[in-house]
């Protein structure tokens, strides 16, 4: 830490002990400096405390004290986060990583323990659990003893890390989801650093490896995802440079309705923001409303900040933020800490502050949010309640297929069937569960799942979602057969308020037991359904759904047999299990019938917003939050038992989980040139919307794929293949499984679905993984072509690795998610971006000619393309070359960030 530019330095006394801080209140134009958003006075501080001289200057700072919020700014800056967070499918690979560079550290004659974390970071691991059980009460325990036989080998890899590295804390299995943990126990909002018998505040700042990390800013922590690659370069001292993003502000006002959810707030405000445009941008909320906003909620709002398509979306510290701090068990001296430093800062919010300056703003009344779901497959694609049903419909008939009203939408009988008389419908697939037959149909709810960090942090909607259960036994309610439930709660102590509220056991009741705490649905984890309805699913070609609280519902991320995912709020997610359909509207018609066969309507059952807060008010505790945390990093007996592998390098024992990757062969301590690409061919050609779950699926493994064909090669039995995103550190998995989303379609294979391509010039249909490794040993570089939004979802970085494993040097897209575009930069492939109005259909792409591209020695901002097709057309055309920033380019020459740290550092020793 430095104070080289300006003298800002001060020391602060809370409680009488003395700190120092780096006072933003104290540097010159103070008039903006006050004007700037909260999040911008945080960089500001970050870049004041880390001034060096080498990644930080003077000019850094005065640049954002000259923020000018209308005009795109082009400073390029270097953000130093405090602290790491990491789940386990991408924290296993980042481990993964750090370990192969002490073994290339060791090659390149430098000392291998200077690989090593220089801010503390910690693993949650949350990821693994599967809903292979579900519906009984040792559900917990079977899916438990499943995750640790699956998952041994990973997890004895992660003790290694854990003793082998410093600043390296890992959560255990059971504790909850990253981001919950993170609210709920590991976020400081004010951190302390002591050096030389000084200790520093500093606002509490973070990077983390999934997308939600951005949960944290829901308690005004400024933090956001990135990938493993950006992630381990941060661990390492590496500042994360950026230019300064515009600030949107969000003006709330209001509060919201009687059976108006947060759930429904966070898809209201993300439609709003996706309809914005905020790609890349910082989101800020502001406003009086946030009065009435309880931290939870805000929490649940920040979540969702990449369905939105922000870096962030922060609240400002004030008392609602002491308040949660309280209620989650924080020490007093901390919350104190927190109070003093922020209102010394300019960080505090009050009711009736005049608003920053903010390069755009807009507003919501929170009356005017109304119950909503998302859905069918992007989670800005909100549906009030009321169009729930109707919008089914449509999305069926974009499928081709007309439905019926009348004779397919209603219930007659107790079993669901929707037979009118004696004649089951056309769509109709007769189904025995327990002994009854049932009529399986297009429409019918398979997954009900409550699930996800984003709703299950919240104890309104949790509440709500146990009142619903209550209600709905007392009238003799039942869930339908057909129907998975799952409640894999984010933090243990969900279950603990639940069970005090006296809530547990009607959940329990409808099947909604715990399932284990983790992020199960959402990521994809939802486990088999039962055999006769995946079958009568596959004999009709049903159209099926999902109905889940989750963040996430892209093609083929919850479960290959649900072509229609929806998100809601758990207490809907209930209402969807025990109606068992979407083409029932649930604002009209009946959930089902009591045992006089009177009709049981929602608002039957729906509970009031006092009934909610008096049960939180009853059931929720510090004391809760404190027993819970009080050994977080100890684990189980199960986990304390795992043998641990020893010495400062890894030893790499056989395993189809964990393999040294073969990304640093061959590496020398010279930088190459800046690569020439010509003759490529392109090897997977999209549309819109492509997300990382396309490239990088993260769920079940098929026996008939290249992934499944090298596992059981290797002796894997099916049973055990886990899943994809289980299998992170093993490359040879990975490489296989690089866009093998049974959803993809290439366009370049039109009659296929899933992983397969055109191998050209042959015309040969193979799969994507087969052709890449033809066109490796023709020494051919391979492009992809893709339209808007290229990248969408989840941080991760295997999404990079594995383009670049495959061979692919360069990615043409109409835009990016801001984190794939970065992960791609850090790890050598180029992104190249399409000039206004230009697309791959309006230049006449079809993705068989043979692409060259203009030189990159002068790093430009656009590049000259030359493709040239079968019949000897040529197409010229411009790029705009999506590096952009001076550190990426050195990224890139290097062949990726961590082949410039792992030279940097070998330099130093």
């Known amino acids: 830490m430095s104070n080289n530019s300006f003298n800002t330095k001060r020391n602060i006394e809370v409680n009488q002990s003395t700190f120092s801080m780096f006072d933003i209140t104290r540097l010159p134009n103070q008039d903006a400096v006050q004007k700037l958003p909260y999040s911008m006075k945080i960089l500001l501080e970050n870049l004041l405390r880390n001034e060096d001289g080498h990644h930080t200057h003077k000019e850094d700072i005065e640049a954002i004290c000259a923020w000018d919020a209308k005009t795109l700014s082009q400073q390029q800056v270097a953000f130093t986060p405090a602290r790491v967070v990491l789940q386990d499918f991408t924290g296993v690979p980042a481990i993964v990583d750090l370990a192969a560079m002490r073994d290339a550290m060791i090659k390149l004659g430098g000392n291998p323990e200077l690989i090593n974390p220089l801010v503390p970071v910690d693993l949650v691991i949350d990821h693994s659990v599967m809903v292979d059980f579900y519906g009984t009460k040792d559900s917990l325990s079977k899916n438990t003893a499943m995750e640790f036989e699956r998952n041994k080998e990973r997890y004895q890899f992660l003790r290694w890390g854990q003793k082998a590295l410093s600043n390296f804390k890992v959560v255990p299995p059971g504790t909850g989801i990253v981001h919950q943990v993170n609210l709920e126990y590991l976020a400081h909002v004010v951190m302390q650093k002591t050096t030389n018998n000084e200790t520093v505040l500093l606002p509490d700042t973070l990077v983390g490896t999934d997308s939600h990390t951005t949960m944290i800013n829901g308690l005004g922590v400024l933090g956001w995802g990135v990938g493993g690659i950006e992630a381990e370069a941060a661990m390492l001292g590496q500042p994360i440079s950026m230019l300064l993003p515009e600030v949107i502000g969000f003006e709330l006002k209001g509060s919201l309705n009687e059976g108006a959810t947060a759930t429904d707030l966070v898809l209201t405000v993300t439609k709003m923001l996706r309809e914005k445009g905020v790609v890349g941008k910082f989101v800020e909320f502001y406003g009086d409303g946030l009065a009435n906003l309880p931290l939870a909620d805000r929490a649940t709002i920040a979540n969702m900040a990449p369905e939105y398509g922000a870096t962030c979306g922060i609240f400002p510290i004030d008392n609602e933020t002491l308040q949660y701090l309280r209620l989650s068990g924080r020490e007093e001296s901390q919350i104190d800490v927190v109070e003093a430093y922020a209102k010394a800062q300019g960080f505090w919010r009050e009711d009736g502050a005049t608003p920053a300056n903010y390069s755009n703003t807009l507003q919501l009344e929170l009356a005017d949010v109304v119950p909503s779901i998302a859905g069918p497959k ?532």
């Not at 439930?485 to 279950?495: D, R």
């Not at 963040?551 to 299990?577: C, K, M, W």
């Not at 779950?693 to 886990?722: C, E, M």
């Not at 193979?766 to 066109?775: C, G, K």
């Open 378 to 909: 992007r989670p800005h694609d909100k549906i009030a309640l009321t169009k729930a049903k109707s919008a089914f419909f449509e999305h069926m008939q974009l499928q081709g297929v007309e439905l019926d009203n009348e004779t397919l939408s209603r219930f007659v009988d107790e079993g669901g069937s929707t037979a009118i008389g004696n004649k089951p419908a056309l769509d109709a697939v007769e189904i025995v569960i327990d002994d009854k037959t049932h009529y399986l149909q297009h429409g019918h709810v398979v997954i009900a799942a409550i699930t996800s960090c984003t709703n299950t942090s919240n104890p309104a909607v949790m509440i709500a979602a146990g009142l619903v259960a209550q209600k709905a036994r007392a009238l003799g309610l039942t869930t339908k057969p057909w129907v998975k439930t799952s409640l894999a709660p984010g933090s243990q102590v969900v279950p603990a308020y639940l069970e005090k509220a006296g809530l547990l056991d009607d959940l329990q009741a409808l099947g909604f037991d715990v399932v284990g705490f983790g992020c199960t649905t959402c990521i994809g984890n939802s486990g088999p359904l039962l055999k006769v309805v995946s079958d009568a699913i596959h004999k009709g070609k049903l159209t099926t759904c999902s109905v889940l609280s989750g963040n996430r519902n892209f093609e083929g991320r919850i479960h290959q047999d649900t072509r229609a995912n929806y998100l809601a709020s758990p207490p809907l997610v209930v209402a969807y299990a025990i109606a068992g359909t979407m083409k029932n509207d649930l604002t009209k018609d009946p959930l089902g019938y009591d045992h006089d066969g009177k009709p049981i309507f929602l608002k039957d059952v729906w509970p009031t917003a006092k009934e909610v807060s008096d049960l939180i008010s009853s059931s929720v505790s510090a004391e809760m939050f404190k027993s819970r945390y009080k050994d977080v990093f100890e684990g189980t007996e199960q986990w304390r038992e795992l043998p641990v592998p020893e010495g400062n390098t890894y030893s790499w024992p056989e395993s189809t989980y964990v393999k040294n990757p073969p990304f640093f062969e061959g590496i020398s301590r010279d930088v190459d040139k800046l690569p020439t690409i010509k003759n490529a061919r392109c090897i997977v050609k999209v549309g819109d919307s492509i997300t990382t779950d396309h490239i990088s699926p993260a769920g079940a493994i098929q026996a008939n794929t290249p992934v499944g064909q090298y596992l059981q090669a290797q002796g894997v039995a099916v049973k055990d293949f886990n899943s994809l995103g289980s299998r992170r550190g093993n490359h040879e998995v990975m490489m296989r499984g690089t866009f093998a989303n049974t959803r993809l379609r290439n366009q370049l294979a039109p009659e296929t679905e899933g992983g397969f391509t055109c191998y050209l010039p042959d015309n040969e249909v193979t799969s994507i993984y087969d052709a890449a490794m033809r066109y490796q040993d023709n020494k051919t570089p391979l492009v992809v072509l893709a339209g808007k939004e290229y990248g969408t979802g989840s941080s991760r970085d295997w999404a990079a690795k594995g383009t670049k494993l495959l061979g692919i040097e360069v990615v043409i897209a109409q835009s990016y998610e801001r984190i794939h575009r970065s992960n791609l930069v850090g790890f050598g492939v180029l992104p190249l971006e399409y000039m206004q109005n230009d697309s791959a259909q309006s230049l006449g792409l079809d993705g068989t000619e043979t692409f060259s591209f203009g030189g990159l020695a002068s790093k430009p901002k656009t590049i000259n393309a030359q493709a040239t097709k079968t019949n000897g057309e040529v197409i010229n055309f411009e790029l705009k070359v999506r590096i952009d920033t001076e550190s990426e380019w050195g990224y890139y020459q290097h062949g990726g960030i961590l082949h410039y740290v792992l030279r940097s550092l070998a330099t130093e020793s």
